[in-house]
C-alpha cells in the first residue's frame, strides 16, 4: 500500500520539478529554503517559530543585496554586513555556476578568522589556552567571525584578549617565545620587534614601523623590563596589521595585481596550515620565491604533507558537511534514551568527533572523492561502539580506527554522527536526510516552496514505518512537489535507526524499505532506483553533480566566499579532477594554490 | 544581593582615561559629572496571558494589591519606581486578511518593525505565502532604536546586545538592525560579554605619570599609525570604509570614561567570576541554559542580566538589551514544548486545533519565569548606589514583549512594564494609559481557548483570544521618542534624531500607523501623531 502511494507521488515527479525550481549548483550562502520542508508529524501551518527542517547551503539570509529605503531621517550609518555566506563577500547576480574567465575582485583587508587566530597564538607564542580565563581558548573571548567593519564590541574584545595573553606569557613560563634576549641589552627590544614583528606582520616591519613600537620602550616614567614587554607584546597583538591580512601589493600582471611573496606565503598558510607562515615559508618569501607556480606547488606539496595540514582538512569536511552552530549536526544530537538504550548522551561528541576523523583520516591520508562515500574506516569509543553493533568493552575513551562492515556503513553519511542528529528525538527523519544529500551534497536547488496545504493528514499508530508515515504526510500535491525527490535517499537509509544502528525492522512495526527512485541530478531530472545505502553511496561517488558540488565547496572553503563566475572557471577544472578515480581530495587543494586567482587579485569592490 | 553594593560616596565620580589630554584635542571631562542615563530592554518572543500579566487598574498609582494577583507580583517590592505604559500598540501587526499590516509573516514583519518603526522588505501581500524570501527572510528598510540611540550619543559605536543562550537570530527573530536590511547580531556567549567588560575596568585611580598609562597611550598612537600607513593605498571603498571605522573606534577609546565601580570587584559582588560566567556560556550542544542554576539562585539568563548590569556601571554603552531566545524549550521549568507552539497553544507550528494538555498552565509558567528575571534585573540595578540614587534610578529598564496575546498576535494593549525613571525623566510609581486615561482598559482575552471554561479548538486566524482593535492604539512611537529624550538623544528641525541636533526628538519611524505598513512602503513615510507622551513624564 505505502509503495504504491510512493508511486503515485513519483507520477508528479515530472511535472511538478518545474514548479518546485530545482536546478544544480545552488551558491553557497543564496538564504535557503528554511522552514519550507516538514520535518516531522504536525507541522506546516502558517508558521510561527521558523525552525528550519532543511538544511540550507549556508545559514544567513541576503543582506546585502537588498537595497534598503533609507529610513526617515534616522542616523544611524553602516555597521556590520549581514551575513550571507561568508564574511567577506556574497553571491554575485550573474549566474555562478558558468565559468567568466578573469581574477575576482577581493578584500585587501581580509581579517583573520577566529580559528585561525587561535592557531596563530599557538605557533607564534606556543599558548594555547589561557589559564585566567579558566582555560579557554583565547578564540574563545574574542566576537565571533563577521564581515565588514569592526564594531566597538570587537574592538574591545581583541584589545582584551591580547592584553590578557600578553600579561600571560610574558608572567608565564612562555616568555621565551616572545623575548629571546636579555631586556636590559641595549637592542634587544629594537631586535624583538624585528623579529617578532616579521612573523606576527608576515613581513618585514618598515623602519618607520619599528621606530614606532620604540616609542614603547622611552616612556617618561619608565616601566620595568617587563611592563615594557608585556606592552609590546600587547601592541603587536592589537595592531590591525596583526588582526588583519593586508593585500598590498602593486605590481600589474596584465589586467591584474600581483600579490607579493609575502602575500602568496600568507595567503599559503592561512588556507592549509589556518595559521602564519613557518621559517622555511618565510625564508622562500624574503628570497622572491613564491612568485611562479611551480614555486607555489613545491611550498604547497611541502606543506600538505606537514600534520599541521590535518586540521585544515578537518575544517574542511565541517564546511563541506555544513557542520555549524545552529545546524542539525549540533541540534539534533538528543534521542529518547529509553526507547534507544545504545544511545547515551555521552555519545554525542564521539559521534561528531568520528566524523571529523573519518574527514580527516580520508582527505590527509591520500584518499579521494569516492572515498569519502565508500570508505569502511571508523573511529570507535566505549560510548560509540554500541550503535555500530561492537562491543564497548572492547574499546577505552579514545578513538579506535576500525574496519565497518562495508555494505551496511560506506563512507562519511553511514556514520551514526549524520544518521543520529538527522533524526527526531524518537524517530529517524528521512526527510531530514534525504534533504541534506539532495541540497548538499548533490548540489540541487529546491527553490522556494509552494504554499503549505490547508490540512495536512495528522499522525496515526496505523503507519507501520516512518517511511509511510511521511509519505502520507508529504503525499499532497503541494508537499510532493518537492518531497518526492528530497526525501528518497532519506528512505534507503531508513535501514539506520534515529541513533544511527542498523534496523531491517521499523519501531512502528513494519520492515524496511529501502528502496526508492533517487534523483542524482536536476539535469534532466531522471531518478534512479536505488535499493541499499552502499548503492546509494557509490551513485553518489559517481554522480557529476555531486562531484561538481564538491569542487565548487572546495574552492568556497578555500576563498572564503561564496564562489562566483570567475570561480566557475577553477570549479570546472577541480571538478573534472574529482571525477578522476583515485584523484586525491589533497591534491585538489594544490590544484587550487595553481589558479591564478589564488597569486593575483584584481582592484574593485568585492562582490 | 540583599545589600547595597556600595555606599553612598563614590557618587557620579567618573575617571578619565589620564592620556586624554594629549589626543587629538579632546577635552577631558571634569572629574565629577552627572551619572549617565540608559536603557535596558528585556525582550521576550510571544507575548503572554495578558489576562494575568495586566492589573486591572491601567491609569493611576500602583499599589502593591495591583501586581499582587498578576503575573508581575514579583515586582511589589519596586512598586515606587515602575511605569506601566498602557494603551500602547506596537506596529505592523499580521492579520488573515491583511488589514493592520504587511502579510509576510506573523513574527518576521512584527520583530522586523518593533523597534524600527519601518516595514520590512522584500513585500508580501499574501498572508499565507510560503516564499522564503517575504516570509523569513523579509528585513525592515530603517535602523533599530538600539542603533539610533547608540549613533546619536556614541557615534561610531554599537549597542551592547546580548542574545541569550547564546541562540541565533533570522529575520523571523531579529529584533536589532544597524541600518536597513542590516542585521545586528550582537554577543551570544557570556564569556565573550563578560571579556568585552573586563577591558573597561579600571585598576583604580590611574595617574598620568605611570607606565601603564603611557602604554594605553601610545598603543592607541602606534594603532593609529598603522591604519594611516594601509590608508595611504588605493583600496576600494568599502575597505577604506573598515580603516575609518576602525579609527572612530580609536577616537571612541580615547573619550571613554569610566565609572569607579566599574572593576573586578563589582563583577564579583554581581556573582560574575569567571567560572560563573564559564558555566553560563553554552558548549553549542543545546539544552536549557537559561533555567539551569549557576551559584546559588543565580541562573543562566540571571547570568545576562548581571551582565546588563556590570556593564550599566561600566557604561559600556547607553543602549543594552537582553534579547530571550525564540523557539525556546524551558525544560528547567518543567515545560517540554518550545516556546513558539506552546505560545498558540498547540505542539506544532499550526494555527489551530486541539488545545495541548495543560497549555495555559505552561504559557503562565514561562510568563512568571520572565517576571522573576526582570524583577531580578532590576533588584540588582537598584542595589548599586550611583549618584544621588541607584543605578536604576539613571536607568530606563524595560520588559517588552514581542506581541499582546501570544495565539493572537495582536500589537494593541502591547505588555510593557518600565523601570527606573531615566535620572528622574519618567514619572513612577504609575500606570498610565497613554490612550485615553482610562483607568479600565481590557486586559485581553487570553483564556477563551484552552481553559476549563473555554473551547478545546484553538483558533489562532480570527484573532479572538486577543484585545479588541479598536482599543489600545496609540502608536509606539511616542513611547519611543520619550526613551531616546530621557537619554538626551537630539533631533534636527524635522524632529526626526540627527547628528548634531538641538531640538526634542518628536518623531521615530516611517510609519506611526500600522495600516499603513500596508504595501511595505508603498504610501509616503508620514508620523501622524508626532511628539512623545508627555503623560510619561515626571512633572
Known amino acids: 500500500m505505502m509503495k504504491k502511494r510512493y508511486r503515485a507521488a513519483l507520477g508528479v515527479f515530472s511535472a511538478v520539478l518545474g514548479a518546485c525550481g530545482v536546478s544544480e549548483h545552488r551558491p553557497q550562502g543564496s538564504g535557503g529554503s528554511s522552514g519550507s520542508m516538514t520535518g516531522g508529524a504536525g507541522t506546516g501551518g502558517a508558521g510561527t517559530g521558523g525552525s528550519s527542517a532543511v538544511p540550507s547551503a549556508g545559514d544567513g539570509g541576503a543582506a546585502g543585496k537588498r537595497t534598503g529605503r533609507g529610513g526617515t531621517g534616522q542616523t544611524a550609518s553602516g555597521g556590520t554586513s549581514g551575513g550571507a555566506g561568508s564574511p567577506e563577500g556574497g553571491a554575485g547576480e550573474t549566474d555562478p555556476s558558468a565559468c567568466s574567465p578573469g581574477i575576482p575582485a577581493t578584500s585587501q583587508l581580509p581579517r583573520m578568522k577566529n580559528a585561525a587566530y587561535d592557531n596563530v597564538i599557538r605557533d607564534l607564542l606556543g599558548v594555547s589556552t589561557l589559564a585566567s580565563a579558566e582555560g579557554q581558548k583565547p578564540s574563545d573571548l574574542l566576537y565571533p567571525d563577521s564581515g565588514g567593519a569592526l564594531t566597538a564590541d570587537a574592538w574591545r574584545l581583541y584589545q582584551g584578549t591580547a592584553s590578557t595573553i600578553a600579561h600571560e606569557v610574558i608572567t608565564g613560563s612562555k616568555k621565551a617565545q616572545f623575548l629571546s634576549c636579555d631586556p636590559t641589552a641595549p637592542d634587544c627590544f629594537s631586535d624583538t620587534i624585528k623579529s617578532f614583528g616579521r612573523k606576527a606582520f608576515r613581513r618585514p616591519l618598515t623602519e618607520t614601523e619599528v621606530a614606532s613600537f620604540l616609542r614603547l620602550t622611552n616612556a617618561p616614567s619608565p616601566g620595568t623590563p617587563d611592563e615594557v614587554a608585556e606592552a609590546i607584546l600587547y601592541t603587536f597583538l592589537a595592531s590591525p596589521s596583526f588582526i588583519m591580512l593586508p593585500e598590498l601589493g602593486a605590481d600589474r600582471e596584465d589586467d591584474a595585481i600581483k600579490l607579493t611573496s609575502y602575500e602568496v606565503a600568507t595567503r599559503l598558510s592561512f588556507l592549509l596550515w589556518n595559521s602564519v607562515p613557518d621559517g622555511a615559508l618565510n625564508d622562500a618569501a624574503d628570497n622572491g620565491e613564491l612568485e611562479s607556480k611551480a614555486q607555489i606547488l613545491a611550498q604547497t606539496q611541502r606543506m600538505l604533507n606537514d600534520t599541521r595540514a590535518q586540521a585544515m582538512f578537518t575544517a574542511f569536511g565541517r564546511a563541506y558537511l555544513a557542520v555549524a552552530a545552529g545546524s542539525h549536526w549540533l541540534t539534533g544530537a538528543d534521542h529518547d534514551s529509553t526507547a534507544f538504550p545504545k544511545f547515551t548522551p555521552a555519545a554525542v561528541a564521539p559521534l561528531l568527533g568520528e566524523v571529523d576523523a573519518f574527514f580527516q583520516d580520508v582527505t590527509f591520508n591520500g584518499g579521494s572523492f569516492r572515498d569519502l562515500f565508500l570508505s569502511d574506516v571508523g573511529f570507535v569509543n566505549r560510548d560509540t561502539a554500541a550503535l555500530y553493533g561492537l562491543d564497548p568493552a572492547q574499546f577505552g575513551s579514545d578513538f579506535t580506527r576500525v574496519q565497518l562492515d562495508a555494505n551496511q556503513r560506506p563512507g562519511v553519511l553511514t556514520r551514526a554522527g549524520f544518521l543520529s542528529t538527522f533524526s527526531h528525538y524518537t524517530s529517524s527523519a528521512p526527510v531530514l536526510r534525504g534533504a541534506f544529500i539532495s541540497i548538499r551534497v548533490l548540489g540541487l536547488d529546491p527553490g522556494p516552496p509552494p504554499p503549505p496545504p490547508s490540512q495536512l493528514p495528522p499522525p496515526s499508530d496505523a503507519y507501520t514505518t516512518e517511511r509511510d508515515l511521511v509519505a502520507a504526510l508529504t503525499a499532497p500535491a503541494q508537499c510532493a512537489g518537492c518531497h518526492a525527490y528530497l526525501d528518497p535517499p532519506g528512505f534507503v537509509l531508513e535501514h539506520y535507526d534515529a541513533v544511527g544502528s542498523w534496523q531491517d525492522m521499523d519501531p512502528r512495526g513494519g520492515a524496511i524499505d529501502g528502496t526508492a527512485d533517487v534523483l542524482l541530478s536536476g539535469d534532466p531530472p531522471t531518478p534512479t532506483t536505488i535499493s541499499s545505502p552502499l548503492e546509494l553511496m557509490t551513485a553518489l561517488a559517481g554522480s557529476e553533480s555531486a562531484q561538481r558540488h564538491f569542487a565548487e565547496q572546495l574552492v568556497a572553503y578555500a576563498s572564503g566566499r561564496a564562489p562566483n563566475a570567475m570561480d566557475a572557471c577553477t570549479v570546472d577544472k577541480l571538478a573534472q579532477n574529482v571525477k578522476t578515480d583515485g584523484y586525491a581530495v589533497r591534491d585538489l587543494f594544490a590544484d587550487y594554490t595553481q589558479a591564478d586567482s589564488f597569486r593575483l587579485r584584481s582592484v574593485g569592490e568585492a562582490p | ?539
Open chain 2, 1 to 539: 544581593m540583599n545589600r547595597r553594593l556600595f555606599l553612598r560616596g563614590l557618587g557620579g565620580a567618573c575617571v578619565a582615561a589620564p592620556f586624554l589630554s594629549s589626543l587629538g584635542g579632546r577635552a577631558v571631562r571634569a572629574e565629577s559629572v552627572a551619572p549617565p542615563r540608559r536603557l535596558i530592554v528585556m525582550f521576550t518572543h510571544y507575548g503572554c496571558i495578558t489576562t494575568r500579566w495586566f492589573p486591572g487598574k491601567s491609569h493611576g498609582p500602583l499599589t502593591p494589591d495591583d501586581l499582587l494577583p498578576t503575573t508581575l507580583n514579583h515586582l511589589t517590592p519596586f512598586i515606587d519606581k515602575l511605569l506601566m505604559p498602557r494603551g500602547i500598540r506596537a506596529m505592523n501587526e499580521w492579520t488573515f486578511d491583511m488589514v493592520r499590516g504587511q502579510g509576510n509573516d506573523q513574527h518576521t514583519q512584527v520583530v522586523g518593525s518593533y523597534f524600527t518603526c519601518q516595514p520590512v522588505s522584500p513585500n508580501s501581500s499574501d498572508p499565507f505565502s510560503f516564499d522564503s524570501a517575504t516570509k523569513f527572510n523579509a528585513m525592515p528598510v530603517g535602523p533599530s532604536l538600539d542603533h539610533v540611540i547608540t549613533q546619536q550619543l556614541r557615534p561610531g559605536s554599537t549597542p551592547l546586545f546580548m542574545r541569550l543562550a547564546n541562540r541565533n537570530d533570522t529575520p523571523q527573530s531579529a529584533i536589532s538592525y544597524s541600518a536597513g536590511a542590516t542585521l545586528f547580531p550582537g554577543l551570544g556567549s557570556p564569556s565573550q560579554i563578560f571579556a568585552s567588560l573586563t577591558g573597561l575596568f579600571q585598576a583604580g585611580p590611574m595617574s598620568p605619570d605611570t607606565y601603564q598609562t603611557f602604554r594605553g597611550k601610545s598603543a592607541i598612537d602606534i594603532f593609529r599609525d598603522d591604519l594611516d600607513t594601509l590608508e595611504r593605498y588605493d583600496m576600494s571603498q568599502s575597505d577604506k570604509n573598515k580603516l575609518e571605522a576602525w579609527k572612530a573606534l580609536l577616537d571612541q577609546t580615547t573619550t571613554m570614561m569610566r565609572s569607579a565601580q566599574c572593576n573586578a570587584e563589582m563583577a564579583t559582588a554581581l556573582g560574575l567570576t569567571q567560572a560563573n560566567v564559564n558555566a553560563a556560556s553554552t558548549s553549542g550542544l543545546g539544552g536549557d541554559i537559561l533555567t539551569t542554576k549557576v551559584a546559588g539562585d543565580m541562573d543562566g539568563a540571571d547570568v545576562y542580566s548581571n551582565l546588563a548590569v556590570l556593564a550599566a556601571v561600566c557604561d559600556a554603552s547607553p543602549v543594552i538589551v537582553l534579547k530571550y531566545p525564540g523557539s525556546y524549550v524551558y525544560e528547567g521549568l518543567g515545560v517540554r514544548t518550545e516556546s513558539a507552539s506552546l505560545a498558540h497553544r498547540l505542539d506544532n507550528a499550526g494555527l489551530s486545533g486541539t488545545c495541548v494538555p495543560r497549555a495555559l498552565d505552561m504559557i503562565l509558567t514561562i510568563d512568571d519565569y520572565y517576571a522573576q528575571k526582570f524583577a531580578y534585573l532590576v533588584k540588582q540595578l537598584d542595589a548599586i548606589d550611583e549618584g544621588d540614587g541607584t543605578v536604576l534610578d539613571n536607568t530606563a529598564a524595560v520588559w517588552f514583549q514581542e506581541v499582546s496575546d501570544g495565539l493572537a498576535c495582536n500589537l494593541n494593549n502591547i505588555p510593557i512594564i518600565q523601570a527606573g525613571s531615566c535620572g528622574g525623566y519618567f514619572k513612577t510609581g504609575w500606570a498610565v494609559n497613554v490612550e485615553d486615561a482610562s483607568p479600565t482598559l481590557s486586559q485581553g482575552n487570553s483564556e477563551i481557548f484552552c481553559s476549563p471554561d473555554g473551547s478545546d479548538m484553538v483558533d489562532g486566524i480570527h484573532q479572538a483570544s486577543g484585545t479588541d482593535p479598536k482599543y489600545a492604539n496609540a502608536p509606539i512611537n511616542k513611547y519611543y521618542c520619550n526613551l531616546m529624550n530621557a537619554l538626551g538623544v537630539k533631533a534636527g528641525p524635522d524632529g526626526f534624531a540627527a547628528a548634531n541636533g538641538t531640538a526634542e526628538v518628536t518623531k521615530f519611524g516611517m510609519y506611526d500607523k500600522t495600516e499603513d505598513f500596508i504595501g511595505g512602503g508603498s504610501i509616503s513615510p508620514i508620523i501622524h501623531d508626532p511628539g512623545e507622551y508627555v503623560a510619561l513624564k515626571a512633572t
